[in-house]
């Protein structure tokens, strides 16, 4: 994956949850550092990681070798985040083709995954690919060079899938069963925990 870019968002300011998400623990690590490691673990080139809530929290919490970048425009909507990640990804990195956008609340986001889909878009030639999860697509997302003008026109809280539900005819997806459970509330937060402790 030395041509893929994995561009974290980690600039919400989870309103709704009271705490840092980014830097709450699961497992041994914080949120933001699974995902991290993950995506190093990927082999992906570069890592960058976007910040903007708690911006001085979460990148004094970051120790792994990542560009961490702070994203000004935070308060405007996820859009400002990829499109920070995005431009940063161009204008310093010449050799990537393709990026992976992902979220830090998603707890079960592996090496592995990121590799999948990778290896997809190869297998298919198709320049989008998503993780399908609960009858729906969504994070981690891969795009090609082909839809970087796209990523970066997306405004306030657009995300991704603004971009994959206008083009499904470029789109291919594979599958993430988990890739549902995601840290909104603190009621999440606890049940996951508590369903680990179940698994354990």
């Known amino acids: 994956m030395i041509d893929t870019a ?23 690590k914080t949120l933001i550092e699974h995902v991290i490691d993950e995506a190093i673990a990927a082999k992906a080139d570069p890592v960058i990681v976007v910040t ?30 990829i ?34 889909l990778d290896a997809k878009q190869h297998e298919t030639g198709r320049p989008i690919i998503a993780c399908a999860y609960a009858d729906t697509f969504g994070t981690p997302v891969l795009f090609t060079q082909k839809y970087f003008h796209a990523l970066m026109g997306l405004q306030g809280d657009e995300g991704a899938k603004k971009i994959l539900k206008s083009n499904p005819e470029d789109v291919a997806t594979i599958s993430f069963p988990r890739g549902n459970i995601d840290i909104d509330t603190m009621e999440d937060y606890k049940k996951l925990l508590d369903n680990q402790k179940h698994v354990l």
């Open 6 to 28: 994995i561009i974290i968002l980690a600039a919400g300011s989870a309103s709704r949850f009271g705490k840092i998400k980014q830097l709450l623990p699961f497992g041994h």
């Open 52 to 81: 903007g809530a708690h911006a001085d929290e979460v990148s004094k919490s970051i120790n792994q070798k990542v560009q961490v970048i702070f994203n000004e425009h935070w308060k405007d909507g996820m859009a400002s985040g």
């Open 83 to 116: 499109v920070a990640g995005v431009n940063k990804s161009i204008a310093l990195y010449n050799h990537v083709n393709k990026i992976i956008i992902a979220v830090c609340d998603q707890p079960f986001i592996s090496a592995d995954l990121f590799k999948q």
